[in-house]
């Protein structure tokens, strides 16, 4: 054998082997065809790989959580989920690909981490909402398929996950009427925009973030049923998952365009609280025609809530514009000062 030849050989063995430990032991764990190092638990509606060492006795809890999934999504699981459950953080931290108490893997199956076992039995947590929380993704998961469940909507999943399992108001997450103060505050992040590169030049003024935009993704699905009927919700979700185009799927079904449904959201968000000012719709208009710009100018004029926010916001853009060569143009700082005051 050659040297290159020889350099080949060993490159690609080390390759492979990098490979199969991360299959059996590190990141990919959860995508192996081969689970060691865990006993498995086959019920009627899940499948639950315990790791060895590790005692739980909650098994039948966790899977009475399914039929509850399915009723509200009226989806049935395809195949049972599988969920794993660590024996120590090491463990967990070491073949989970997420740093969450729990995390929904794109290919349907769940990860349970033990520091949120801990948090359950110390009643920090409800093990039932958080569960069915991960098995709502799973579920959709499931019926997307990999590459269609990386795109689905990441504020619908979430949205769908926290209405449906009650989860507003419970552990970390603000409550229905909390969300619609603190969007009434200046608060809002654009569901197109989450998850995006986007997202965090959005300023919010929250205890915390994630619960705080889950809350309120959570506040727009709630706002559709209500609105539109559950019936046609589930249409529009269901569709998502053949059809990865969501404004075209979301104007087929609801007859108006997506922008102007968040318009509308916001609309009912003000008469719902009675807060004066809160997000004047001229404010929404421009911020739609700054679309095209980086994001700051965007996100700031979208937030602007009230004289003194907008005064302090508009500053904001017009230093932005100047920094990015952009210009106040349309709905210029002058300008919002004026319609503001």
């Known amino acids: 054998m050659n040297k290159k030849g020889f350099i080949l050989g060993v490159t690609g063995l080390a390759a492979v082997s990098l490979v199969t430990y991360n299959f059996l032991f590190g990141k990919l764990f959860p ?50 989920p599988r969920l794993f459950i660590f024996e120590d953080d090491a463990s967990y ?13 794109y290919n349907g199956d769940v990860v349970l981490s033990p520091w949120a076992l801990r948090e359950v039995e110390k009643g920090e947590i409800s093990l039932e909402i958080y569960l069915r929380h991960e098995l709502s993704h799973s579920l959709l998961h499931q019926h997307a398929g990999l590459l269609r469940a990386y795109r689905y909507p990441a504020w619908l999943l979430e949205g769908i996950a926290v209405y449906s399992t009650g989860q507003m108001g419970t552990s970390w ?37 994630a619960t705080f935009m889950y809350s309120e993704f959570a506040c727009i699905v709630e706002y559709l049923i209500e609105t539109y009927g559950k019936d046609k919700f589930l249409s529009y979700m269901k569709e998502l998952l ?37 997000f004047p719709e001229f404010l929404i208009g421009c911020a739609r025609q700054f679309d095209q710009c980086d994001g700051w100018t965007f996100a700031e004029i979208y937030l602007g809530v009230g004289a003194d926010i907008i005064r302090r916001k508009s500053l904001f853009a017009q230093q932005s514009g100047q920094e990015h060569g952009e210009t ?11 319609i503001g005051a």
Do not use: W
Request: glycine share 6%; aromatic share 12%; net charge positive.
């Open 242 to 278: 053949r059809n990865g185009d969501h404004d075209r799927v979301f104007r087929n079904i609801y007859g108006i365009d997506f922008s102007q449904c968040v318009q509308n959201f916001i609309k009912s968000v003000n008469q719902n609280t009675g807060i004066v000012g809160c």
């Open 173 to 209: 997450y603000p409550s229905k009427q909390e969300t619609y103060e603190k969007i009434c505050n200046g608060n809002f992040m654009p569901p197109e925009v989450f998850k995006t590169r986007k997202e965090y030049r959005i300023p919010l003024d929250v205890k915390y973030r």
């Open 31 to 80: 995508y192996s065809p081969l689970i060691i190092g865990f006993s498995r638990h086959t019920l009627e509606h899940t499948v639950v790989y315990v790791q060895h060492g590790t005692h739980y006795s909650g098994l039948k809890e966790i899977d009475a959580l399914i039929p509850k999934v399915e009723a509200f999504h009226e989806l049935a699981f395809r195949k049972k």
């Open 328 to 338: 106040a143009g349309l709905c210029g700082a002058d300008q919002l000062l004026r």
């Open 93 to 105: 931290r070491q073949r989970s690909i997420s740093k969450a108490r729990f995390c929904a893997l």
